[in-house]
Nanobody
Framework: VQLQASGGGLVQAGGSLRLSCAAS????????LAWFRQAPGKGRIFVSAITWRDGKLYYADSVQGRFTISRDNAKNMMYLQMNNLKPEDTAVYYCAASRRFNVASMTWRTEYNSWGPGTLVTVSS
């Protein structure tokens, strides 16, 4: 499956952005989609995940209550609504797909077999 994230940009602290991830190609075998982010000089970390068939939601503690993940199966799209953004949310955001999703390892990069190019989110203070 091929993934393409979009929707990043510059926003002031307290503002909102909505990221989109378009999936194409062999999407039938997708078990879950996720968002990761990578801040300047740091590693790529888990943000949120959603199972493709039944829509179960998972969030990192740092974004719980501020970010909302969703999907549109008919359009092969995933979204990340980000509210009350903070400067520490500044990062390149990536979407990823897993063919065999495991909650116990959902925060591991190796859980995901497809990645798209990222989209930059910059939050100014």
């Amino acid at each position: 499956v091929q993934l393409q994230a979009s929707g990043g940009g510059l926003v002031q602290a307290g503002g909102s952005l909505r990221l989109s991830c378009a999936a194409s190609g062999r999407t039938a075998g997708t078990d879950a989609l996720a968002w990761f982010r990578q801040a300047p000089g740091k590693g790529r970390i888990f943000v949120s995940a959603i199972t493709w068939r039944d829509g179960k939601l998972y969030y990192a503690d740092s974004v719980q209550g501020r970010f909302t993940i969703s999907r549109d199966n008919a359009k092969n799209m995933m979204y990340l609504q980000m509210n009350n953004l903070k400067p520490e949310d500044t990062a390149v955001y990536y979407c990823a797909a897993s063919r065999r999703f495991n909650v116990a390892s959902m925060t591991w990069r190796t859980e995901y077999n497809s990645w798209g190019p990222g989209t930059l989110v910059t939050v100014s203070s």
